[in-house]
């Protein structure tokens, strides 16, 4: 098992890029509890809307907007695990999350792939899928993977299932998945109990990580309130990521943006821990900014770089593991 070196502590030889103040914090978190309390957020899935209402949240039916209690909020801040073990098919490569620890891993997904034979740029195939997992199961540099391409031959209504079996087969590492909706994340948990060997093995030694994003602004549609819930009652953590984009569908500046954010991730934390108490979350994150003149993500800008850092932060402040996407 693998425990990664510490950023952003006062530790000899680390780094960090803590430029938010605790006090900043502190009105980032208050603002989101009253966007969430007064605004609220609009959920999809029938199934998911009861339990935001038998939790204590107000809901219109009509239309579908959920607000919730700066309690129930904060409730499932506490109740969610702040430490996650995450197995690999080869114990060597078990890996924790936890405060302050830093790993590495690919991410998803690469819409095209330069053929390394002919040269072509072309759509990925289920072939690419399983040699990007060898690829990035043979680097020491890569603590978990997440299919990093995904198959367009196969039929796309199920296509996550095939992602999935050549993700599973070849790679050794823990793996992220983005499931799409309940039906596959099931499924995807049958392909881990029969590698594990029972479903008991798999809750000990979790193979798998789901991935869904919430849709910006302050959405929370039916193949992602699925996905969290499945997960919580797998057993499995749920990666939650928003994908909010500064100045396109968030405010443009980072401290609204933040609060966007913030808020669409906390809403999937208290589905997740009225799903199941304790269930296990990541607060996750690929926000960044929009080139207001190509209308583009500006991923890799200083923006994005200061926008990770600051949801690393309110992680660590939440006590929640991250996943932080960009640079």
Request: aromatic share 6%; net charge negative; hydrophobic share 40%.
């Amino acid at each position: 098992m693998k425990r990664n070196s510490h950023a952003g502590k006062a530790l000899s030889g680390g780094f960090g890029a803590s430029f938010l103040s605790n006090d900043e914090l502190e009105e980032i978190h208050l603002a989101t509890l009253e966007v969430l309390e007064h605004t609220g957020v609009f959920v999809e899935d029938p199934e998911a809307i009861e339990l935001f209402r038998n939790g204590g949240a107000k809901v219109d039916q009509d239309s579908k907007i959920v607000k919730l209690q700066p309690y129930m909020v904060e409730e499932a801040i506490r109740s969610a695990p702040s430490k996650l073990f995450l197995a690999g098919r080869n114990p060597e490569n078990d890996i924790i999350l936890e405060s302050n620890r830093v790993g590495f891993t690919t991410f998803g997904e690469g819409v095209k792939v330069r053929d390394p034979y002919t040269g072509e740029l072309r759509a990925p195939t289920k072939k690419d899928v399983s040699n990007a997992a060898k690829l990035a199961d043979a680097m020491d540099e890569i603590d978990v993977y997440e299919r990093a391409v995904g198959a367009h031959e196969v039929p796309q209504a199920v296509a996550q299932l095939h992602n999935a079996e050549a993700s599973f087969n070849n790679t050794s590492k823990h793996l992220f998945m983005g499931p799409f909706d309940g039906y596959q994340l099931d499924k995807i948990v049958e392909m881990a109990v029969a590698i594990a060997g029972s479903r008991e093995k798999l809750l000990e030694r979790p193979l798998v990580t789901f991935i869904t994003c919430p849709v910006s602004p302050l959405k929370l549609v039916k193949d992602t309130c699925e996905v969290i819930m499945g997960a919580a009652r797998s057993g499995m953590a749920v990666n939650i990521l928003s994908m909010a984009m500064a100045g396109g569908s968030s405010p443009v500046t980072l401290a609204g943006t933040l609060v966007n954010h913030n808020a669409e991730v906390l809403s999937g934390v208290v589905l997740s821990q009225l799903t199941c108490k304790g269930a296990k979350v990541i607060y996750g994150s690929s926000t960044t900014a929009m080139d207001l003149r190509r209308a583009c993500a500006s991923v890799g800008s200083p923006e994005c770089a200061m926008i990770s850092a600051a949801v690393a932060r309110l992680a660590r402040y939440y006590a929640l593991p991250s996943f932080v996407a960009g640079g």
